[in-house]
């Protein structure tokens, strides 16, 4: 049987505890309000849980299992009152003391037709489940599915010979680009800004890596992305960045332009503390001490890709000690991957960029919109401020005001421009005026 045989290959390769998955039943009972949380594989007689949440044991008899009408379908299962529906009514699980009242389930499907079980959601009491938060469910179900389909590419790849997926790896046409960038000043930054949603004033700019060619073409950051997978090139690549923006800021704040802070992306390389360099807090403190700018001056981005590096704990010293220093962290791109879950409680930071792809669908999707509010609430839970990637029109930034969200960045605010055009963008708020949302 096909479903039983994938579920055996993904058994080889994603035994153990997950903290990826842990977070995601963490967010399904959070968005829920329910105690009991799972995300749970089927075999032909057991039913194991794979994460789990305010449950004890390692799994159950399949035949007693609601999971197992789960994955019957492609749709949600949601039993509002076990105690009531005739195909649970006897169940052990409803029968005794304290037993499951409400159970809502989404199919993990791998493929189409093989659904190997379910991320579900358990309650003691009956319970109804509104149609945005069965859309969140679903959601998270598909990154569940996407984390375990994961542990099986990461597999594969370690069976490949290590040296020719290195060759695969770096791209030599981009890696000479870059390397010609740097030693001939090739490299430049450009400038979007962003924008208090509620008053339309900018509070800041991001600074975007481009190459620009003798001959005036200028490259995005696909042209040269190879070198970034190899550590020596992307830390000076990173070093040439901060001091290209903190010059900037410098030159903006002696000019009297009141322009914010510029907010850099450091890459995972600039983490790794090399004998005889001052490590990344080091750096940044210097150019910053360097140019009389105060920290508020430079915010610092990172992406999911960095926390998934393999030095989360190091990682995180070092923006908590950036922190502590005064400046400005920013969780980017939060959302499009696995461990945005994991690290929101787990790492020091100050705000949340949600990623401009969700923001894009968000009018036409109850889903995405449901994803966006519940990002945003959650930042707001604990502390934090949210930035909208990727606005592009007027229904978005309604939306996004109406959901409370405090700041944005896209084209509908200014599209990325050199230092000399930003003076074009500088009067955003007297030209284009976002009033605050009633």
């Known amino acids: 049987m096909a479903r039983l045989k994938r579920l055996s290959e993904l058994a080889i390769v994603s035994s153990g505890p997950d903290p990826v998955l842990d977070a995601l039943v963490d967010a399904a ?60 009514a006897g169940n052990p699980f409803v029968t005794e003391s304290d037993g499951i009242r409400f159970y809502a389930g989404v199919p993990l499907e791998i493929e189409p037709g093989i659904r190997l079980g379910s991320l579900c959601v358990i309650d003691r009491v009956p319970r109804r489940l509104a149609a945005e938060v069965r859309s969140l469910l679903e959601r998270l179900a598909r990154c569940a599915v996407e984390r375990l389909l994961q542990s099986e590419d990461r597999y594969l790849l370690s069976r490949i010979d290590s040296g020719r997926l290195d060759r695969a790896k770096a791209d030599k046409a981009a890696l000479v680009l870059a390397e010609e960038a740097l030693a001939h000043g090739f490299f430049e930054l ?35 992305c190879a070198a970034f997978d190899e550590p020596i090139l992307s830390r000076r690549i990173g070093s040439h960045v901060l001091q290209s923006a903190v010059a900037q800021a410098k030159a903006w704040e002696d000019a009297g332009v009141d322009f914010g802070h510029i907010a850099i992306n450091v890459s995972s390389s600039q983490f790794v503390s090399l004998p005889g360099s001052h490590g990344l807090v080091g750096e940044i ?154």
């Open 29 to 88: 009972c959070l968005a829920t309000g329910t105690p009991i949380g799972l995300i749970t594989l089927l075999d032909d007689e057991r039913q194991w849980f794979k994460s789990k949440r305010g449950i004890e044991g390692e799994g159950s008899c399949r035949a007693d299992a609601f999971c197992d009408y789960t994955i019957r379908s492609s749709r949600p299962f949601i039993v509002p009152d076990a105690d009531r529906d005739v195909r649970f």
């Open 190 to 224: 450009h400038y979007q800004p962003k924008i208090a949603l509620d008053t339309g004033r900018r509070i800041g700019f991001e600074a975007l890596l481009r190459l620009k060619k003798a001959d005036g073409t200028i490259f995005g950051p696909v042209a040269f």
């Open 285 to 438: 403190l210097d150019a910053t001490r360097s140019a009389g700018l105060s920290p508020r001056r430079i915010q610092i981005e990172v992406t999911e890709g960095v926390m998934l590096s393999g030095q989360d704990g190091d990682i995180g010293m070092q923006l908590e000690a950036l922190r502590a220093a005064g400046f400005l962290v920013a969780f980017d791109d939060f959302g499009t991957g696995f461990a945005s879950l994991v690290h929101l409680k787990e790492l020091a930071y100050d705000q949340i960029k949600i990623d401009g792809s969700f923001v894009r669908a968000m009018t036409g999707s109850s889903a995405d919109h449901a994803i966006v509010k519940a990002i945003v609430d959650m930042a707001k839970a604990l502390g934090k401020h949210v930035i909208a990637e990727g606005v592009e029109t007027e229904a978005e930034l309604q939306a996004l005001q109406s959901l409370g969200c405090h700041y944005g960045q896209g084209f509908l605010f200014g599209r990325p421009a050199r230092a000399s055009d930003v003076s074009l963008l500088l009067d955003y708020s007297a030209k284009w005026g976002v009033p605050p949302h009633t």
